[in-house]
């Protein structure tokens, strides 16, 4: 990374808070990542003004509002919010998650057949011993997710700091910093160190492959957490590492190979919520419709944004939520970036293939291998997932990678109404789902409304085949494709994640090496949100890690 350039000089900074429109820091984004970043911020008593384009907060995760039922606009589930991200903010008792006790059911699209994982995975195994082949297979999945958490409390250690400086010339911060991400690695039972380094090049299908030999469907099932959200299939190299990442939750590793389902009462928006009003409370402005088309700099040193309505805001500091592509390519010119940061930053893989489709029902729907009744709504509060096999899987991603939609898509879905009664006090039910492969650019054709409604139809379609009559129920559809990600909410190429998940681009690697710790080589310009380590989801690991970057900065800065 290169060197660390000074801050700006007192008188200069004097005079920049002196202006009319000012601050000491400008966020942008009012994201969770964004809305936490300033939170902690404020709460330094650093002079923060959050700036948001569109009319409310949430980002990703807002809840939208469907013919007066609320429901998950883009991320559905909240669990892994960082605890101490919580604390820290006085979250306690501001909002309220849930967590069903079935996390996942994989209902066959074919067969009749289905799987239900629990929290408890020896209530899993047990679930498990009653298929073909079942004793070997609750076997290799309970060591599956022994290891799995093991080696996740881990990783669920280094979430929360900045990755560490590899170059030379540390600092005794950064020295702390990496004794931090290696101490844990140190605390491992014998041999887990070395499976970590053998675990995180593999693919998902590798990796679940050597505990589970002779059921294809669960095999399918649980590596499909290493693809989701990305453009990869679960043969591809590294999805082992998302698939470890992704099972980290706010409480440890707890999320196993199951992964976690939570959800915030009120939906995700309520977390926003939550946060916008602890940032309020520390004493950060917040604006809403306050589109940002510039970043301003002098000599390599940030001077501010420019609005879409012409007003300009100084402030020597800019930590942005954005993606790194709209941040560096798109706010800045070539002479603040340069051009190999700009190449390097357009190599980084960003194509988004996940669509958003919620549905509103008139009534919940039979999922045949569900059953009716009591016990078949606690089965369906878990996520639903859609999928036959590996290869099913692997089809799916091949469409998507010559700019084809899949004709057979793969689905997870969360019926967040039988959680939250709340969000549908008539009786209705939101039925969100996650829907891959879709590409954001598409080799014939645009996202039309015909292309938009014949994609809508095959995702039903494939609910159809494990919910008979679901068609009939639907009264209203809402789809949000790759293609909205990047035109409405501002992610280029589509991308939930903002870039890629993976092995490459982790840590220090996110989104590339040089500015994977936040701090960019233009003075004052800091990076975060899901573009940033430790990557995407409801985490707001991001937002904090960075705003505490910017502060221990600022702290240099005046001594």
């Given at each position: 990374?290169?060197?660390?350039?000074?801050?700006?000089?007192?008188?200069?900074?004097a005079?920049?808070?002196?202006?009319?429109?000012s601050?000491?820091?400008?966020?942008l984004?009012?994201?969770?990542n964004g809305?936490v970043?300033?939170?902690y911020?404020?709460?330094?008593?650093?002079?923060?003004i959050?700036?948001?384009?569109r009319?409310?907060?949430?980002?990703?995760?807002?809840?939208?509002d469907i013919?007066?039922?609320k429901?998950?606009m883009l991320?559905?589930?909240?669990?892994?919010f960082?605890?101490?991200?919580?604390?820290?903010?006085?979250?306690?008792?501001?909002?309220?998650?849930?967590?069903?006790?079935?996390?996942?059911f994989?209902?066959?699209?074919t067969?009749?057949?289905?799987?239900?994982?629990?929290?408890d995975p020896a209530?899993s195994?047990?679930?498990?011993?009653?298929?073909?082949n079942?004793?070997?297979t609750?076997?290799?999945?309970?060591?599956?997710?022994?290891?799995?958490r093991?080696?996740?409390?881990y990783f669920?250690?280094?979430?929360?700091?900045?990755p560490?400086?590899l170059d030379?010339?540390k600092?005794v911060a950064?020295?702390l910093a990496?004794?931090?991400f290696?101490?844990p690695?140190?605390?491992l039972?014998?041999?887990?160190?070395?499976?970590?380094?053998?675990?995180?090049p593999?693919s998902?299908?590798d990796?679940?492959?050597?505990?589970?030999?002779?059921?294809?469907?669960?095999?399918a099932?649980?590596a499909?957490r290493?693809?989701?959200?990305?453009?990869?299939?679960?043969m591809?190299p590294?999805?082992?590492?998302?698939?470890?990442?992704d099972?980290?939750?706010g409480?440890?590793?707890?999320?196993?190979?199951?992964?976690?389902?939570?959800?915030?009462?009120?939906?995700?928006g309520?977390?926003?919520?939550?946060?916008?009003d602890?940032?309020?409370g520390?004493?950060?402005?917040?604006r809403?419709?306050?589109?940002?088309?510039a970043?301003t700099?002098?000599d390599?040193?940030?001077?501010?944004?420019?609005l879409a309505s012409?007003?300009?805001?100084?402030?020597?500091?800019?930590?942005?939520t954005?993606?790194p592509?709209?941040?560096?390519?798109?706010l800045?010119g070539?002479e603040?970036t340069?051009?190999d940061?700009?190449?390097?930053?357009?190599?980084?893989?960003s194509?988004?293939?996940?669509?958003?489709?919620?549905l509103?029902?008139d009534?919940?729907?039979?999922?045949?291998?569900?059953?009716?009744?009591e016990?078949?709504?606690?089965?369906l509060?878990?996520r639903?997932?859609?999928l036959?096999s590996?290869?099913?899987?692997?089809?799916?991603?091949?469409?998507s990678?010559?700019?084809?939609i899949s004709e057979?898509?793969?689905?997870?879905?969360?019926?967040p109404?039988?959680?939250?009664?709340s969000?549908?006090?008539d009786?209705?039910?939101?039925?969100?789902?996650?829907?891959q492969y879709?590409?954001?650019?598409?080799?014939d054709?645009?996202?039309?409304?015909?292309?938009r409604?014949?994609?809508?139809?095959s995702?039903v379609?494939?609910?159809?085949?494990v919910?008979?009559?679901?068609?009939?129920?639907?009264?209203?559809?809402?789809?949000?494709?790759?293609?909205?990600?990047q035109?409405?909410?501002?992610?280029t190429?589509g991308?939930?994640?903002?870039?890629?998940?993976?092995?490459?681009?982790f840590?220090?690697?996110r989104?590339?090496?040089?500015?994977?710790?936040y701090?960019?080589?233009?003075?004052?310009?800091f990076?975060?949100?899901?573009?940033?380590?430790p990557?995407g989801?409801?985490t707001?690991?991001?937002?904090?890690?960075?705003?505490?970057a910017?502060i221990?900065?600022l702290?240099?800065?005046?001594?």
């Amino acid at each position: 990374m290169a060197a660390k350039k000074k801050a700006a000089a007192p008188a200069e900074k004097a005079a920049v808070k002196k202006a009319r429109n000012s601050a000491d820091v400008i966020v942008l984004g009012g994201g969770h990542n964004g809305l936490v970043a300033a939170a902690y911020l404020a709460r330094a008593g650093i002079k923060t003004i959050l700036l948001e384009a569109r009319g409310e907060l949430g980002g990703m995760a807002l809840t939208a509002d469907i013919d007066g039922v609320k429901a998950p606009m883009l991320a559905h589930t909240v669990g892994r919010f960082r605890p101490r991200v919580a604390r820290d903010l006085g979250l306690a008792g501001s909002v309220r998650l849930v967590e069903p006790e079935v996390r996942s059911f994989a209902p066959h699209p074919t067969d009749g057949t289905s799987i239900t994982l629990y929290r408890d995975p020896a209530k899993s195994a047990k679930e498990l011993e009653k298929r073909p082949n079942g004793k070997a297979t609750a076997a290799g999945f309970l060591k599956l997710d022994g290891r799995l958490r093991r080696i996740g409390a881990y990783f669920e250690q280094v979430l929360d700091g900045v990755p560490p400086d590899l170059d030379g010339g540390k600092s005794v911060a950064e020295m702390l910093a990496g004794f931090a991400f290696r101490k844990p690695f140190t605390d491992l039972k014998e041999g887990d160190g070395r499976e970590i380094l053998r675990i995180l090049p593999m693919s998902a299908a590798d990796l679940v492959g050597e505990y589970i030999q002779h059921d294809e469907h669960l095999l399918a099932m649980l590596a499909w957490r290493g693809a989701i959200y990305n453009a990869v299939g679960p043969m591809s190299p590294g999805t082992a590492a998302t698939m470890l990442f992704d099972g980290i939750t706010g409480d440890g590793a707890d999320g196993g190979a199951a992964g976690q389902t939570v959800v915030a009462i009120g939906g995700p928006g309520a977390l926003a919520t939550a946060l916008a009003d602890a940032a309020r409370g520390f004493g950060a402005e917040i604006r809403t419709g306050a589109k940002v088309v510039a970043i301003t700099e002098q000599d390599g040193r940030i001077t501010g944004v420019a609005l879409a309505s012409g007003e300009e805001i100084a402030a020597p500091y800019v930590l942005s939520t954005l993606d790194p592509k709209t941040t560096l390519l798109s706010l800045l010119g070539v002479e603040a970036t340069g051009p190999d940061l700009r190449r390097r930053l357009r190599a980084t893989r960003s194509s988004g293939v996940t669509a958003k489709l919620n549905l509103l029902v008139d009534k919940l729907p039979t999922f045949t291998a569900a059953g009716k009744g009591e016990a078949a709504e606690q089965t369906l509060r878990g996520r639903i997932v859609i999928l036959e096999s590996i290869l099913g899987i692997e089809k799916a991603f091949d469409a998507s990678k010559y700019g084809q939609i899949s004709e057979t898509p793969v689905i997870e879905a969360l019926i967040p109404t039988l959680i939250d009664p709340s969000l549908a006090p008539d009786g209705r039910h939101i039925i969100s789902c996650v829907v891959q492969y879709a590409p954001a650019v598409l080799k014939d054709g645009e996202w039309d409304e015909p292309t938009r409604k014949a994609f809508a139809d095959s995702v039903v379609a494939q609910l159809e085949r494990v919910a008979p009559g679901i068609t009939r129920l639907i009264s209203a559809r809402q789809l949000i494709t790759p293609a909205d990600l990047q035109s409405d909410w501002g992610a280029t190429g589509g991308h939930a994640m903002h870039v890629n998940e993976g092995f490459d681009q982790f840590a220090q690697w996110r989104p590339l090496y040089g500015i994977g710790r936040y701090e960019t080589p233009i003075d004052g310009l800091f990076l975060s949100g899901a573009g940033t380590h430790p990557g995407g989801g409801v985490t707001g690991a991001p937002g904090a890690n960075a705003a505490e970057a910017l502060i221990r900065q600022l702290r240099r800065s005046a001594d």
